[in-house]
């Protein structure tokens, strides 16, 4: 307990560092420069340390020839050197007190090479002699808001309730960029590279007794220890939702994850089985992993799995209730009351008031019919959710859809899942994930994602009693 309180106290100071070396940053625009402009545009509040032997200044700052001699050391070294040249400088931050390196470089276990796999293996043994923490080979490093930390340029300034863990620094920054257009915003996100020191495994339990953390997701290709692995992800998963997107479960998939990051994929049989044995929740594809984080971060924890559909377009309604059976939800049964209330509002022909509630192409046209609607659904106790198809034809009329739904959302405390029609306003969905409501291309996708939670909240309801009895090892 004493070492990983220490490990998770090291990391602490990863995370909130005050000061930074970037060492092999170029003086020109190269790949290695972006990690200095990252930390630049962020507003990174500490002291930044260009290194490099053939420069004085670089974009105004102080530059220093090598780690030896840097003024302090430093919390946090991010090196940028050719893989060949990695040891030397590692072995030269060990020896000036720097307490962690994000070591961008690759060439290491992940070429499948002897030569790669000893240097590795070199790396990590100076961890561990050393005490020196090391967040890589063949990484990204850190994202964290909070701490004005980044490894890329133009990532979002605000932080959120996401952490991450990711095998993939492409997709990190990939997510990062998207965020803003989700209305996702992190906690921090590490991308580990090839885990020669610090692993999934650590990051997970530090994630889980993160407080700034509410919600975990990992980009997996393959874990070091698969024992301890399982046992921080119970840890997580008692605490907090953890998606998991594994990758490297099909032969072509485990091909590319070995030559990524030297990750050994297993099999999707075993990871099903760690997901009901911890309480994760697993997702196949970018897609699907971006619409689980939107509906595990604006969704409360849904209290049933009874759906009301509510739709302009009778097609996408009947594909709706079927994605609904698929995904081991029901349609709401209305009550006498609510059919009322809608039929005061829904035109008479060409619509139907049953669930789903299919109000025509009119709708489009008078906003009123859409909220009504919306708001008689919402109030009907037995609707647990209300999923909404549809939209205006002018940007006035969307606008007072979006605001209204929104209001709607807020007043009745019931979750709202707003729904595009294919082919028109792009930007619909933007006042929503602005508000915290989440915005779906399909209806399918959208019930799928709020099975995940309903499912999510169900287990951890049911769990309760259980992990009150055999309280997580803290």
């Given at each position: 307990m004493a070492?990983?309180?220490?490990t998770l106290e090291q990391m602490d100071s990863l995370f909130h560092p005050k000061s930074v070396a970037v060492v092999g940053v170029p003086r020109g625009m190269k790949m290695g420069k972006l990690f200095l402009m990252a930390l630049r545009d962020q507003g990174f509040p500490g002291t930044i340390y260009p290194v490099n032997p053939e420069a004085q200044e670089i974009d105004g700052l102080r530059a220093y020839p090598s780690v030896s001699a840097l003024p302090e050391p430093v919390d946090l070294a991010i090196l940028l050197v050719p893989h060949h040249k990695s040891l030397p400088v590692l072995k030269e931050c060990a020896q000036r007190g720097i307490r962690g390196v994000v070591l961008f470089t690759a060439g290491f276990g992940e070429t499948g090479t002897q030569h790669g796999k000893v240097l590795e293996s070199q790396l990590a043994a100076l961890a561990r002699e050393s005490g020196m923490r090391i967040i890589g080979p063949n990484c990204m490093g850190i994202y964290a808001p909070g701490s004005g930390l980044s490894f890329f340029p133009e990532l979002p300034k605000e932080a959120g309730p996401i952490g991450m863990i990711s095998q993939s620094g492409s997709l990190g920054n990939i997510l990062g960029r998207l965020a803003h257009k989700?209305?996702?915003?992190?906690?921090?996100?590490?991308?580990i590279g090839n885990q020669c020191d610090l692993t999934a495994s650590d990051f997970m339990e530090y994630l889980a007794l993160?407080?700034?953390?509410?919600?975990?997701?990992?980009?997996?290709?393959?874990?070091?220890?698969?024992?301890?692995?399982?046992?921080?992800?119970?840890?997580?998963?008692?605490?907090?939702?953890?998606?998991?997107?594994?990758?490297?479960?099909?032969?072509?998939?485990?091909?590319?994850a070995m030559s990524h990051t030297g990750s050994l994929g297993g099999?999707?049989?075993?990871?099903?089985?760690?997901?009901?044995?911890t309480g994760a929740t697993?997702?196949?594809?970018?897609?699907?992993?971006?619409?689980?984080?939107?509906?595990?971060?604006f969704l409360d924890r849904p209290t049933g799995a009874g759906v009301a559909i509510l739709s302009g377009p009778g097609g996408l309604a009947v594909a709706a209730a079927e994605a609904c059976g698929?995904?081991?939800l029901k349609l709401a049964g209305l009550s006498e009351a609510t059919r009322k209330k809608l039929s005061q509002v829904v035109p008479p022909t060409g619509t139907s008031l049953m669930n789903p509630v299919d109000v025509g192409l009119t709708a489009s046209f008078d906003m009123r019919i859409y909220v009504e609607s919306a708001r008689a659904l919402a109030l009907d106790p037995g609707v647990d959710v209300v999923l909404v198809i549809g939209m205006g034809f002018s940007q006035e009329a969307n606008r007072q859809y979006a605001q209204a739904m929104i209001q709607l959302r807020t007043?009745?405390?019931?979750?709202?899942?707003?729904?595009?029609?294919?082919?028109?306003?792009?930007?619909?969905?933007?006042?929503?994930?602005?508000?915290?409501?989440?915005?779906?291309?399909?209806?399918?996708?959208?019930?799928?994602?709020?099975?995940?939670?309903?499912k999510d909240s169900l287990l951890r309801r049911v769990n309760q009693s259980n992990w009150a009895s055999c309280p997580a090892q803290d």
């Open positions: 070492q990983k309180n220490k989700k209305g996702l915003r992190f906690s921090k996100v590490v991308s993160d407080p700034d953390t509410r919600l975990i997701t990992a980009y997996v290709e393959g874990v070091r220890d698969g024992r301890r692995f399982l046992e921080t992800l119970r840890l997580a998963c008692r605490r907090k939702p953890v998606l998991l997107w594994k990758v490297g479960l099909t032969p072509e998939g485990a091909r590319a099999s999707g049989e075993i990871w099903k089985a760690v997901a009901a044995q697993l997702v196949e594809g970018f897609e699907a992993w971006v619409d689980a984080l939107m509906s595990f971060a698929k995904e081991g007043e009745t405390g019931k979750p709202f899942l707003m729904v595009n029609i294919p082919g028109f306003d792009p930007e619909m969905g933007k006042p929503f994930l602005e508000a915290g409501v989440p915005f779906f291309e399909t209806a399918e996708r959208a019930l799928k994602s709020y099975g995940l939670v309903w």
